[in-house]
T-cell receptor, first 111, second 116 residues
Framework: QKEVEQNSGPLSVPEGAIASLNCTYS??????FFWYRQYSGKSPELIMS????GDKEDGRFTAQLNKASQYVSLLIRDSQPSDSATYLC???????????FGAGTILRVKS | GAGVSQSPRYKVAKRGQDVALRCDPI?????LFWYQQALGQGPEFLTY????????KSGLPSDRFFAERPEGSVSTLKIQRTQQEDSAVYLC??????????????FGPGTRLTVT
């Protein structure tokens, strides 16, 4: 089992819809989780971090963490074509918080 | 403020050449990380510094890879005798963390290395 797993997609949603991205993780991953957005040819850009069970909202983004089920998700409300990118889920492991990444989910928002 | 910077942005090396990749972290960030990203994959951890101390180099794929951060700010990732499988994007990230879990990492633009 990979330490962080994501569906590679692509996930296609119409403009204005809610995009739901999911990620599961193994026991080795710690209690810190991050969502990064990566446009083609660019580096990962941090969009959300979450450390506690429950929801965390920031603008159109909501991160959800369920430690019992070992999954973390990202909801994007009112999706825009500019949200089209690869979304990387990452978890911190071990002292120093090195990150373990999933392979990423490709999101396509169609206008 | 200024983000993480990396140079060069692109590097083409002939197989067998040595390369050096530079990272300038965000000012004041204690922790610095190097990751390698292959096409279509997420970044993979290579090594981690806290100030000038290299605390974890478990991800370096071979002894041809060497990283340093002598004064606790700028870091250099060196790859000796490059091989085609070294072709990837090399990402540097920095964090204000002293090693505690939960601190956010911010990435530079990366260096795309192509070995021919």
């Amino acid at each position: 089992q990979k330490e962080v797993e994501q569906n590679s997609g692509p996930l296609s949603v119409p403009e204005g819809a809610i995009a739901s991205l999911n990620c599961t993780y193994s026991d080795r991953v710690s209690q810190s989780f991050f969502w990064y957005r990566q446009y083609s040819g660019k580096s990962p850009e941090l969009i959300m971090s979450i450390y506690s069970n429950g929801d965390k909202e920031d603008g159109r983004f909501t991160a959800q963490l369920n430690k019992a089920s070992q999954y973390v998700s990202l909801l994007i409300r009112d999706s825009q074509p500019s949200d089209s990118a690869t979304y990387l889920c990452a978890g911190g492991v071990e002292y120093g918080n090195k990150l373990v990444f999933g392979a990423g989910t490709i999101l396509r928002v169609k206008s | 403020g200024a983000g993480v910077s990396q140079s060069p942005r692109y590097k083409v090396a002939k197989r067998g050449q040595d390369v050096a990749l530079r990272c300038d972290p965000i000012s004041g960030h204690v922790s610095l990380f190097w990751y390698q990203q292959a096409l279509g994959q997420g970044p993979e951890f290579l090594t981690y510094f806290q100030n000038e101390a290299q605390l974890d180099k478990s991800g370096l794929p071979s002894d041809r890879f060497f990283a340093e951060r002598p004064e606790g700010s700028v870091s250099t990732l060196k790859i000796q005798r490059t091989q085609q499988e070294d072709s990837a994007v090399y990402l540097c990230a920095s964090s204000p963390s002293l090693g505690d879990l939960g601190y956010e990492q911010y990435f530079g633009p990366g260096t795309r290395l192509t070995v021919t």
